[in-house]
């Protein structure tokens, strides 16, 4: 079975930077949709962003557009996301998805359209 783990959280001072990654390891043949959410303590998921893994296509929230910045090593199977001049509102728990199929814009932003799910990476940004 396919298994996303996260790794990279940690607590920063408002303004700094982290490296997140996600790790995909399981039997997988295609090109897959692995996208981030962000979930707070309400339990809501908030679409970060999505990138296909294999391919150049991604997409990225308003929210986060000039801070957040994606990359992959295919051969590892790893989605990066790094993120700059972090917020206290970027403060919740970071969780790496997927799904077998190749990311479509707007489908992508839909925690549902995601099957594989990772166990989460802490951020905490504090002003």
């Known amino acids: 079975q396919v298994q996303l783990v996260e790794s990279g959280g940690g607590s920063v001072q408002s303004g700094g930077s982290l490296k997140l990654s996600c790790v995909v390891s399981?039997?997988?043949?295609?090109?897959?949709?692995i996208a981030w959410f962000r979930q707070t303590a309400w339990m809501e998921r908030d679409w970060v962003v999505a990138?296909?893994?294999?391919?150049?296509?991604?997409d990225i929230a308003d929210s986060v557009k000039g801070r957040f910045v994606t990359s992959q090593d295919y051969d590892k199977k790893t989605v990066f996301m790094e993120m700059f001049d972090l917020k206290p509102e970027d403060t919740g728990m970071y969780v790496c998805a997927g799904r077998p199929q190749p990311c479509r814009w707007l489908e992508d932003q839909d925690p549902s359209s995601f099957s594989w799910w990772g166990q989460g990476t802490q951020v905490t940004v504090s002003s």
């Open positions: 399981g039997p997988i043949n295609t090109k897959p949709c």
């Open positions: 990138v296909t893994l294999g391919q150049t296509w991604r």
